[in-house]
């Protein structure tokens, strides 16, 4: 039974890096028709990628995505709303940590603001500079479901949040420092991956399902756009502090 | 119990981050020394990955047992989940460095390339119409990985129940699709003319709120979530390296200052596109009723 689920997970993570390559080979076989170098690197980096994705979902799919759903649900149901708004922040915050997406942009991001003369060149500078702003995305998307949660509890309508956080973002941007910019903007994208949106739209779903006179379908969503708008908010504000 | 455990988090946040810098180092230095450097590097990539899950796992177990008390129903089975996710993230992370970053540069650097663009030297007076292939390859990109996205598919199905029928959840996909690949298509053009990229995001805000006007309400939280559903996390470090790529070659641009920003626009893209065919299903539909009435 576990092989069966286990073949399914891999055609899953074939199915999820298929449309990169047949794009990138159609590019190269029609259009660029040049010699692929390191083919070999290549070859088994994209076996890596198959058997990560595929042991990386199966492992949420056993482990964190069942426990963390349910207990989403059982603190929209009964939770007191302190201990509501601290399992948001906590389950927000730790899931950016996690996110293997944000490592990767995070480390690059490092990479190339060392090459531009941002930070030291060290590893070390370049280490903190990649945790800081992995904590900070961490902390702005805890926060953010904070506020969404908050929304879905009082009914407010999803774009008043949505509109300020634009505004903010209009606001702050003329005076953030110019290399940050760009990854801010990004980040919140980065961060709302694999882990992240189940587990906030677990989140969000039973909150909606739990409160009287809230529908799941309509007030559930909604979460997700503002873990993914915090981010460019507090990592302008981190490179105003650090850069 | 909540004392000890908070401490113990610490510690181990604490050791990984004294540790890790030097940990980079050493990878860094042995990265082409063979298969003991090789293992050297997968248990300090392992041990970083065990730092970066262990919130997770703290929050959900803790909150579980301490605030829910509740026993864990399957222990083995969630062990051996973590134990999986760990090893997953590790290869992944490796094979992201290995295949798909190298893959997005080397894009970037062949669609970039004097020869391929026709022109004898590459310099700032190219135009931006000679970069045709990058857009298409961006927008194509960009429209294939959205299309074939499994989360998408799920959010795809919900609006069609929510709208009863009205929008459909294969037009739903398409206009996401589209929208991402008209977004990192966008983008590209922009770091090609290098021209102000918040300004192409906060127009793209103020066509999103005058359109939060217009369309129906039950779609805005499912419209807004589409655009940072759809980059997962085999897109992100693809478009990203495109981007950097691009940014390190085309004459002018400075890839800290032009390499990011792509997967911004395509998280913003969709959110116009769902929104616009959220309005366009409603008028169809409306003046279908009104012809059969």
Not at chain 1, 106 to 125: H, M, W
Not at chain 2, 50 to 59: E, G, N
Request: contains cysteine.
């Amino acid at each position: 039974m576990l092989n069966s689920r286990f073949i399914k997970y891999l055609l899953g993570s074939c199915r999820d890096l298929a449309p990169i390559f047949a794009v990138v080979l159609i590019f190269q076989l029609l259009i660029i028709k040049q010699p692929l170098p390191n083919l070999a690197d290549l070859i088994s980096g994209s076996l890596f990628l198959i058997i990560g994705l595929t042991l990386f979902v199966q492992g949420l799919e056993l482990s964190l995505f069942p426990l963390g759903e349910d207990i989403a649900y059982d603190f929209a149901r009964k939770g007191s709303l302190l201990w509501l708004l601290l399992f948001a922040f906590c389950l927000g915050f730790s899931a950016a940590v996690a996110e293997p997406a944000l490592v990767a942009a995070a480390q690059k991001a490092a990479d190339i603001a060392s090459q531009g003369n941002s930070i030291d060149a060290t590893e070390t500078a370049k280490a903190d500079y990649a945790l800081g702003l992995r904590v900070t995305v961490a902390l702005s998307i805890g926060i953010a479901l904070i506020i969404g949660v908050l929304r879905i509890i009082r009914g407010w309508p999803v774009y008043y949040p949505v509109f300020i956080g634009y505004l903010c973002v209009a606001v702050m941007t003329p005076f953030a420092p110019k290399e940050i910019i760009g990854i801010a903007y990004d980040a919140g994208g980065i961060a709302t991956s694999s882990i992240t949106v189940p587990l906030v739209t677990a989140l969000g779903v039973g909150l909606a399902t739990a409160i009287k006179g809230r529908n799941p379908m309509t007030d559930g969503f909604g979460l997700v756009v503002f873990a993914a708008l915090m981010p460019i908010i507090f990592v302008m504000a981190y490179g105003m502090a650090v850069l | 119990m909540i004392d000890e455990l908070m401490q113990f988090m610490f510690k181990l946040f604490e050791i990984g981050r004294d540790n890790l810098p030097t940990a980079a180092t050493i990878s860094d230095s042995l990265r082409n020394g063979g298969i003991i450097a090789g293992l050297i590097n997968f248990v300090l990539t392992l041990l970083a990955t065990c730092r970066d899950v262990l919130p997770i796992a703290a929050t959900i177990i803790g909150f579980q047992l301490l605030v829910i008390r509740r026993p864990i129903a399957h222990p083995r089975k969630i062990l051996i989940g973590f134990i999986s996710v760990l090893l997953g993230i590790v290869f992944f992370l490796k094979g992201l460095d290995m295949a798909l970053f190298p893959l997005g540069e080397l894009m970037a650097s062949q669609l970039t390339t004097p020869e391929f663009l026709g022109v004898a030297v590459l310099d700032e007076t190219v135009s931006w119409q000679a970069y045709f292939w990058s857009y298409i390859f961006a927008a194509s990109i960009g429209f294939a990985t959205a299309l074939a996205e499994p989360s998408l598919l799920a959010v795809a199905l919900k609006a069609e129940k929510i709208s009863g029928g009205t929008i459909r959840a294969w037009g739903l996909r398409l206009s996401v699709a589209l929208g991402v690949g008209f977004g990192i298509a966008l983008g590209v053009f922009r770091i090609v003319t290098g021209s102000e990229f918040y300004l192409f995001i906060l127009g793209g805000y103020l066509v999103v709120m005058i359109q939060t006007r217009f369309a129906p309400k039950l779609i805005l939280g499912l419209a807004y979530d589409s655009g940072a559903v759809t980059t997962s996390m085999v897109t992100v470090p693809m478009v990203t390296a495109l981007g950097l790529g691009l940014a390190e070659a085309v004459p002018g641009r400075n890839p800290l200052l032009d390499g990011f920003g792509l997967i911004a626009f395509a998280s913003l893209f969709p959110i116009i596109a769902v929104l616009g065919y959220a309005q366009i299903a409603q008028w169809l539909n409306k003046s279908h009723l009104s012809s059969k009435s």
